[in-house]
């Protein structure tokens, strides 16, 4: 069965969490998209992991990873990323394998991707890794896949630089290259976990273009990333929080006040830890943005939802989520393509009453406090999508199941 896990916002949404805990029922798990602008976090016990590049399946004994065709790789962070993991006793050999179709991030892309952002009368507020250069050279039709590192013709033409930059990682590369969709035939009749990057309002085609990121982050790349065709994709779980974050410039229609509500916007970020895990920056917060999220689950064939950071809303007397936005006199409920309206968009309010305790001892729906389940209850009514896991802390063992991940 392959199972697909897609961050529902802009992410940030605690992908890495649910990748991690979904992979325990997985044989493989492939990365299909994006690169080091990535950043997820990972709780076991008292040690926290950040993975950029890796998938967070790599965190099992056992289990095999791959970075899939969809995926722009940074050599020089992949294998930094992979000597910490070893350093910290995670053996990786013979278990990371890489897409031949995977294009190369170079190191001077990164100076121009940051300069260029620099540059634009608008910017976007890149994490300044070489991403969104290395993509548009790969769509210039100039790009480096792993699979022409041995095309003699090929690396004749590049810059001396570059060239070598790329002989100190060569043969490494090499020998974890792989033919995804052979691979992915193997495990036909297993379990596979396919873990996008970003969020569906970050994809380049479904975000808030031009404020997007420049890879397919929704679930549709998993299918080119993983080498197998969209049929084959058996359900898709879109990970989000009870809350809304975003990194970087562009529209955020539920973004809370920084004047007038200065105080819940420090006590989410705080509370939620809200800051970047690639770059540290602080994220922007607000409410939980209904009209995205429906947008979310119905570009993206959202099976079921998963929730995270619920427990942030804890200590909260009353909770508000956005319903609808108002343009220009006008209530909005489906999400528009229009940057000059999302930018004007007021957010609906709608109330929910607090629960007022914590959540974290909560191992079951039944558990939850009612005002905990009515918020549930009104996100799957709102959305028209059940919500199969709620998290409730970072640790793997505060999450839990109400409709099995796994089952067609
Ligand atoms: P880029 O992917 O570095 O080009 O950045 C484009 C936009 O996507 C910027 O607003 C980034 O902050 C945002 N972005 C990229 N990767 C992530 C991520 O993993 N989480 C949240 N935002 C991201």
């Known amino acids: 069965m392959n199972v697909v896990v897609i961050g529902a916002q802009w992410g940030d949404e605690g992908k890495g969490k649910m990748v991690d805990y979904l992979a325990q029922n997985a044989q493989a798990v492939v990365r299909y998209a994006g690169g080091a602008n990535a950043g997820h976090t990972i709780v076991i016990g008292d040690q926290q992991y950040a993975l950029h590049q890796v998938p967070s399946g790599i965190l099992y004994p056992g289990k095999t990873v791959y970075l899939g065709s969809g995926m722009v790789i940074d050599p020089q962070a992949l294998f930094e990323e992979l000597q910490m993991l070893k350093d910290r006793g995670i053996n990786w050999e013979g278990r990371v394998f890489i897409s031949d179709r995977a294009h190369i991030?170079?190191?001077?892309?990164?100076?121009i991707d940051k300069e260029r952002d620099a540059a634009r009368k608008r910017p976007i507020g890149t994490t300044g890794r070489g991403i969104g250069?290395?993509?548009?050279?790969?769509?210039e039709r100039d790009g480096i896949r792993l699979a022409d590192l041995d095309w003699a013709e090929k690396m004749q033409d590049l810059e001396k630089e570059d060239l070598d930059?790329?002989?100190?990682?060569k043969e490494k590369l090499i020998s974890m290259r792989v033919n995804i969709s052979s691979e992915?035939?193997?495990y036909r009749n297993k379990?596979?976990?396919?873990?996008?990057?970003?969020?569906?309002?970050l994809d380049l085609d479904l975000g808030t273009y031009?404020?997007?990121?420049?890879?397919?982050?929704?679930s549709a790349g998993a299918s080119v990333g993983s080498g197998i065709g969209p049929r084959k994709l058996d359900k898709i779980l879109g990970v989000f929080k009870a809350y809304t974050t975003r990194v970087g410039n562009g529209p955020m229609p539920s973004e809370f006040d920084e004047n007038s509500q200065s105080e819940l916007y420090k006590f989410v970020r705080d509370t939620g830890r809200e800051y970047g895990v690639t770059t540290g920056r602080p994220r922007r917060c607000g409410y939980l943005d209904l009209v995205a999220l429906r947008y979310a689950c119905r570009t993206n064939s959202i099976?079921?939802?998963?929730?995270?950071?619920?427990d942030v809303y804890d200590s909260l007397n009353e909770i508000e989520a956005c319903v609808g936005y108002e343009i220009d006199g006008k209530i909005v409920t489906e999400f528009p393509a229009s940057i000059e309206d999302l930018n004007k968009a007021k957010p609906i309010l709608e109330k929910f009453p607090g629960w007022k305790k914590s959540l974290k001892e909560c191992k079951t729906f039944k558990k939850l406090p009612k005002e905990a389940k009515n918020y549930i209850k009104y996100i799957e009514s709102y959305t028209g999508t059940?919500?199969?896991?709620?998290?409730?802390?970072y640790e793997r063992n505060e999450t839990f199941i109400l409709r099995n991940p796994w089952k067609k």
């Not at 991030?105 to 100076?111: A, N, S, T």
């Open 105 to 111: 991030v170079l190191p001077r892309y990164r100076q």
């Open 133 to 139: 250069i290395t993509y548009s050279m790969k769509s």
């Open 165 to 169: 930059f790329l002989e100190q990682y």
């Open 184 to 186: 992915m035939w193997k």
């Open 191 to 201: 379990n596979v976990l396919m873990e996008g990057a970003q969020g569906a309002m």
């Open 210 to 218: 031009p404020y997007v990121s420049s890879g397919l982050s929704c």
């Open 303 to 310: 099976d079921d939802l998963l929730l995270t950071h619920l």
């Open 386 to 393: 059940k919500i199969g896991i709620v998290s409730v802390g």
